[in-house]
């Protein structure tokens, strides 16, 4: 009798222990920015434009991971046009967490996919960054589309 509680409860440790490769959804793709919100205010293209590529690379432990790489640009008031880019890598699981990885600053929280849809809503894990720093970056909820043919 205590071997069938043995075998049982090792297999259900394993079936819990991490999702399996298909569980996870595939990001894998380039997107285009739908909007980006950030307290409370949401801007669309043209005021903010952006691109996020993200390219997966492994799945272990329940987690799938890869490269990333985002180029934004803002319109300011004047009609001058900013920006910037950069790479990193990123890390999701089956249960909607998010870690990405901009030029080494780490910001976490979560995903959802909609058909063609990702949304990310992100928060930087570290204190004391500056408002320049988190101007082109993935700080807030940003609705993603994926792009056609890629």
């Known amino acids: 009798m205590s071997r069938r509680i043995a075998i049982a409860v090792l ?3 394993l079936a819990c222990d991490s999702a399996a490769p298909e569980d ?3 990001l894998t793709g380039r997107y285009s920015l739908v909007s980006h919100t ?4 949401t801007r669309t293209p043209p005021r903010v434009s952006a691109v996020l590529v993200l390219s997966r690379q492994a799945v272990e432990h329940g987690r799938a991971r890869g490269d990333s790489w985002m180029e934004m640009q803002r319109q300011g008031a004047n009609g001058v046009s900013t920006g910037g880019s ?8 089956a249960n909607g967490s998010m870690v990405i990885s901009q030029g080494g600053t780490p910001f976490e929280g979560d995903y959802a996919l909609r058909g063609d849809t ?3 809503t992100l928060v930087p894990t570290i204190t004391g960054l500056s408002e320049q720093a988190l101007y082109y970056s993935p700080l807030g909820k940003l609705v993603w589309v994926l792009d056609d043919g890629l």
């Not at 950030?38 to 205010?41: G, L, T």
């Not at 950069?86 to 699981?93: E, I, N, P, Q, V």
């Open 11 to 13: 297999a259900l440790a």
């Open 24 to 26: 996870l959804p595939d």
């Open 38 to 41: 950030v307290k409370d205010v």
């Open 86 to 93: 950069w790479t990193g890598g990123y890390a999701h699981s």
């Open 118 to 120: 990702l949304i990310t």
